[in-house]
């Protein structure tokens, strides 16, 4: 039974730290398993796959904690319900067979999970199954071969799969993980960056589905395929080298982008560090624009920002993952979350594979390495800023914007500033600013209260010490943005060229409720005016 107590209590610095915390979890998932225990049910709420999808979805992400945990050796009570729960969903007779896939099947990206189990279990996975259970196992996992899937980073998950197979002593395809590769090389940009997919944004994904993949493949095909995974190690390094500059002092992440609901899995990214041990490379393959961390520093980064999760209300009463940021709140979802989805936050206990005896495990806890005040990533168009103690992390960005326009992309990609202390809010109405989402953005009405901000650039320019985008919110209305950094401050700068007359407003960070007589001590976080120029140059 979950005891929030033991979570709120729980200090996160040791690996026994960090059982007990997977273990908690996973007592307050034990109470949910469905009647036939194939699944796990965690709410009503709907994503574009159905119910029986759905229950799929949550029980294979909580498997991202009990395998590597299984994989050094140690046990959990709660395992031997996931592994039948294996047997049957995988079973084609069974009644509660997990199904066939089709294109595009979200069946599809949880199948990775069990590729790694594989591939970090092998024969201590298998044996667990007769010859007709594993062989049915395989077979459902083999559907993912020739799969039509996303562009993008779902290629990883067919290549999770190959890897797992390979481990195991199972059948696999090579020239399948040369195909997804292939695919995924299309978007590779530099210093380490990705788009997630042709034309895509840079945002966690890079670190948390990237990365994270690429370093355990890395990892565990370092003889098979050396080239490959020596050029995904230096990647990861490159990548690290800015990616830190995205977490403060006390363990912090910039929200930024979609699926923030997998909350801790901004970290992953990490783990997936320790895990292959990047850093053993000596000081000559480093990055020349910043040190790589070092392991207690690396250590330091994941259990701080596991502590900091903690300290917020992410858990409803049953122990349970909401749906939400920093609290529960369904308007942060996207069309593909479930009730399950944000589980996706145990990718971060790969670190758990490691025993206790491993040198991560030995080493000290240490606090963020000293990082320059400013970062600019001009193949993200980003600039990071952090105040002297690294308590404040804010970042100026323009130009990503998410195609597939999931719910309020513009708010999750299209501000002009995020920070890791303020957050920022989403909108709940179009109509009107008591539910638009104006902060960090500047927004335009046509004198008709519906308001519209930026939303696609045609034109980004990163400097050192700006970035310039170019906007039009109507066909006729063509704004030149700057976005410059002053230390802890930041300006903004506007030109605008109008054929109509609009009203405008512009907002600073979002600040959490503070009641009604405090307010007068606060600055107004945003300003209104209207525009009258009739008619464009």
């Known amino acids: 039974m979950f005891h929030e107590k033991i979570i709120k209590e729980n200090p996160l610095s040791s690996r026994q730290d960090m059982v007990d915390c997977l273990n908690t979890l996973l007592s307050a998932l034990d109470e949910q398993f469905t009647e036939n225990q194939s699944g796990i049910l965690l709410g009503q709420t709907c994503a574009h796959y159905g119910p029986d999808i759905a229950r799929m979805e949550g029980l294979s992400r909580v498997l991202w904690g009990i395998f590597p945990l299984l994989a050094s050796g140690d046990k959990t009570p709660y395992s031997d319900k996931y592994l039948n729960a294996i047997r049957q969903g995988t079973n084609p007779e069974h009644p509660e067979f997990w199904g066939n896939t089709g294109p595009y099947d979200q069946r599809l990206v949880e199948m990775a999970v069990y590729g790694l189990g594989l591939a970090l279990m092998k024969e201590s996975l298998t044996e667990y199954f007769t010859p007709e259970e594993l062989q049915n196992l395989y077979l459902w996992l083999n559907q993912i071969t020739d799969a039509e899937m996303p562009d993008s980073n779902w290629n990883y998950f067919a290549i999770i799969v190959q890897l797992g197979?390979?481990?195991?002593?199972?059948?696999?395809?090579?020239?399948?993980?040369?195909?997804?590769?292939?695919?995924?090389?299309?978007?590779?940009?530099?210093?380490?960056?990705y788009s997630d997919g042709p034309g895509r944004p840079k945002d966690y994904y890079i670190s948390m589905a990237f990365h994270y993949y690429g370093l355990i493949y890395a990892t565990l095909m370092a003889e098979d395929d050396p080239q490959r995974s020596g050029v995904l190690r230096q990647r990861a390094i490159e990548f690290a080298d800015s990616f830190i500059h995205m977490f403060s002092a006390d363990g912090a992440a910039m929200p930024f982008g979609r699926s923030l609901i997998y909350r801790f899995a901004e970290a992953a990214f990490w783990s997936a560090v320790a895990f292959s041990g990047l850093d053993i490379f000596s000081q000559d393959d480093f990055p020349t624009q910043g040190d790589f961390p070092t392991r207690g520093e690396i250590k330091g980064i994941i259990l701080r920002h596991l502590r900091w999760w903690f300290k917020h209300p992410i858990l409803d009463r049953d122990g349970i993952l909401t749906i939400g940021y920093t609290y529960p709140n369904l308007v942060m979802a996207e069309d593909y979350n479930s009730p399950g989805s944000p589980y996706w936050a145990f990718k971060l206990f790969l670190i758990l594979a490691l025993?206790?005896?491993?040198?991560?495990?030995?080493?000290?806890?240490?606090?963020?390495?000293?990082?320059?005040?400013?970062?600019?990533?001009?193949?993200?168009?980003?600039?990071?800023?952090?105040?002297?103690?690294?308590?404040h992390v804010y970042m100026l960005t323009s130009g990503q914007l998410e195609l597939n326009n999931y719910v309020n992309t513009e708010a999750k990609y299209t501000k002009f500033a995020y920070s890791s202390l303020f957050g920022f809010t989403v909108e709940r109405g179009r109509f009107g600013l008591k539910h638009a989402a104006c902060d960090s953005m500047l927004l335009l009405a046509e004198q008709d209260n519906y308001y519209r901000g930026r939303r696609?650039?045609?034109?980004?320019?990163?400097?050192?010490?700006?970035?310039?985008?170019?906007?039009?919110?109507?066909?006729?209305?063509?704004?030149?943005?700057?976005?410059?950094?002053?230390?802890?401050?930041?300006?903004?700068?506007?030109?605008?060229?109008?054929?109509?007359?609009?009203?405008?407003?512009?907002?600073?960070?979002?600040?959490?409720?503070?009641p009604a007589t405090t307010l007068s001590a606060i600055k107004p976080a945003a300003v209104t005016f209207r525009l009258k120029m009739a008619t464009a140059k």
Request: charged share 25%.
């Open 165 to 193: 197979f390979k481990q195991a002593g199972l059948p696999w395809d090579p020239e399948a993980i040369e195909k997804r590769f292939a695919k995924m090389e299309a978007y590779y940009l530099d210093n380490g960056w």
């Open 355 to 391: 025993p206790e005896s491993h040198p991560f495990w030995q080493s000290e806890e240490k606090s963020l390495p000293r990082l320059p005040k400013k970062r600019v990533i001009p193949q993200a168009a980003q600039i990071l800023v952090r105040d002297s103690e690294s308590k």
């Open 456 to 514: 696609e650039c045609t034109d980004v320019l990163t400097t050192d010490e700006f970035i310039r985008s170019h906007w039009s919110p109507w066909y006729d209305v063509h704004i030149v943005t700057w976005l410059i950094p002053c230390g802890d401050w930041h300006i903004r700068v506007h030109h605008i060229d109008t054929a109509r007359v609009l009203d405008a407003v512009e907002g600073g960070f979002a600040v959490k409720y503070i």
